[in-house]
């Protein structure tokens, strides 16, 4: 499948409703969601972002493959701008995609002919998800090292993100003490992308300054809080590939499974987003820091389609799978743009009050 579209605009509506100038951009802020292979959806919609020259981005948050197109997109802005940050987006996808060819996990024909982008009839995946319940990674004499590694070493200039203009901050999991750990732009190195992406049944802990790390999900996926207390905009966009809701029980191992990961790595987002609603409840406007999470307006990016992949699909690196996710991600972002973009600096398009009923 081939990447097309990418010279049409978010449609326009308007001026922006701020007193600054249309032709001012408005700034915003990201939180990106992690993944897997599903962060290619994610791709397509800052791809789709990038054109929108009303835009500006202030901040980026992001965990796992949230993170890895945070800092890609981070140090395309800072070396180039715009159409540099999606050059790089579709190298660092397309260089996955690549290193992935020779992989033994893959579709298989009843797959390809139904249309699925599943692998769980894929023996090696197979394989693996069986050895993951009961082999350690410890167990394998060192470890097998992160494909990614040198993918991001050869996209990346680390040194340009402490330059760049954009706030970056990704989060890994403190094996130790369970807390997340949020780095920022100067501390972001290939290591602590891997570490913010870094399942504990694949891979060993990345060691940080003596300290082990695993994926960032647990504890934040994405952490939402140092966009409200570090970035001086209050609009986040929360790019959203993990669904928070599925109408179907799971009934085989594989679905289980699969739902408590979702479950796991939605856990601390949906806190973060409680205390943000309840703040706008009950938190005095003049109470200092409150006052920063009550002002703050959300919107969300997703797609149905998310909904229909299954766990073993975020091990897919097909390039064909990989382009239809980015496709969906721009189309996702075109409808919000065509749905929402006066609201933007106005109000919050993402309710999330239906939250404190749950409480």
């Known amino acids: 499948m081939e ?3 990418r010279n049409q605009a978010l449609p326009k509506r308007g001026p922006l409703t701020e007193p600054k100038g249309k032709n001012v951009p408005h700034p915003i802020d990201l939180a990106l969601q992690g993944g897997g292979s599903h962060g290619a959806f994610t791709w397509g919609v800052l791809d789709r972002l990038l054109e929108e020259d009303r835009l500006e981005i202030d901040g980026i948050s992001g965990t796992s493959a949230g993170a890895m197109n945070a800092a890609v997109l981070a140090a395309g ?4 701008g715009r159409d540099t940050a999606r050059d790089m987006l579709q190298a660092f996808w397309r260089k996955t995609s690549e290193a992935a060819r020779f992989s033994p996990f893959k579709r298989g024909p009843m797959e ?9 009839n894929s023996p090696a995946f197979l394989a693996v998800d069986i050895m993951a319940r009961l082999i350690s990674p410890y167990s394998l004499g060192g470890g097998a090292g992160n494909p990614l590694c040198d993918i991001l070493d050869e996209v990346i200039h680390f040194p340009d993100l402490a330059r760049g203009p954009i706030k970056l901050f990704i989060t890994a999991t403190n094996v130790h003490t369970g807390q997340g750990r949020v780095f920022r732009n100067h501390e972001v190195t290939a290591d602590v992308l891997l570490a913010s992406a870094c399942l504990p049944s694949l891979f060993q802990a990345v060691e940080i300054d003596g300290i082990p790390y695993w994926d960032g999900g647990y504890s934040g996926n994405p952490t939402m809080t140092p966009l409200v207390r570090e970035c001086d905009c209050h609009d986040i966009f929360l790019v959203q590939i993990n669904p928070v809701e599925r109408a179907e029980t799971p009934r085989t191992a594989r679905e289980i499974a699969g739902r408590l990961n979702e479950i796991s790595f939605n856990a601390q987002l949906l806190k ?16 200092g820091e409150a006052r920063l999470w009550k002002e703050m307006r959300l919107h969300r990016i997703t797609s149905d389609v998310m909904t229909t992949l299954g766990q073993s699909s975020k091990m897919n690196a097909e390039w064909d799978f990989l382009s239809m996710l980015f496709e969906e991600g721009r189309r996702a972002a075109t409808d919000f743009g065509m749905a929402h973009f006066e609201d933007i600096g106005v109000r919050s398009t993402y309710d999330i009050d239906y939250l404190l009923d749950e409480v």
């Open 3 to 5: 990447i097309t579209d």
């Open 77 to 80: 802005m800072a070396t180039g």
């Open 112 to 120: 390809h002919l139904t249309g699925s982008w599943s692998l769980d």
């Open 272 to 287: 973060e987003l409680r205390m943000m609603a309840l703040m706008r409840k009950v938190i005095d406007p003049g109470d």
